[in-house]
């Protein structure tokens, strides 16, 4: 039996094929959670915690008014922000991280929506993403305008292939100075596609996976500030915009 010889436009096939499989796997275990309390999934008695099949939920014991749904960026394990959201439910808000189909965003943003979690109408409710997560709270609002109250985009240059600067609602956009994938100038190219009055923070020293508990993401830059420190800046600004 004869065996086939294996041309060097079907070597080069092959090679390019496993690369991307090889380069795919390394993603996946690189935005994999990493740092996260076990402590931060389980109840207390100040806060009831839930891990369903569609999200993690963190319900303050508390009488509460707001309730935050996040969107977790592009390929990171939804447990990377369980850290920021727990925080949160500590400060009398109910939060909703969503469980996205494949770890992408673009592929479950409808998810709150087909859930029902907006029935309560004496709640204000405020969607909130990090990276592709933040590209596709931004889409959410854009189909949704009357479900949500607040918009939070977290480590982001959306929106960019929308316009959202017709919008009624606050909108809060925060980045880090050392962010190598969602630079702070992109961020400014694509300013005028968020309402006027939008917020705009940035945090001096920060890049973009410190944002979430995950290993680091390509393309970005070493972050000149602490894990804790940015996350505790980021929570302090979101808390506050909410409370508004």
Known sequence: ????????KRILKTIWILAGLL???????????????????QSNNLVKVE??????LFEPKKEFKNVVIFYPGAMVETEAYVPLCRRLADQDIKVYLIKMPW???SKGYNKPKDLHLFEDASKNYILAGHSQGGKMAAQFVYENPK?????ILIGTSHPRDISLAMIEIPVLKIYGSKD???????????????????KFLRIEGANHCQFGYYGFQLGDDKADISREQQQKETLEAVVSFIEE
């Open 180 to 198: 190598g994938v969602a630079g702070e100038g992109s961020i400014m190219q694509n300013k005028s596609k968020l309402p006027k009055e939008t």
């Open 147 to 151: 479900l949500i109250d607040k918009l």
């Open 1 to 8: 039996m004869k065996t086939k010889k294996w041309k060097p």
């Open 103 to 105: 770890r992408l965003a």
């Open 23 to 41: 380069f795919t796997i390394w993603l996946f275990y690189s935005y994999e959670s990493d740092g996260v309390d076990k402590s931060f999934l």
């Open 51 to 56: 891990d369903a099949s569609d999200y993690y």
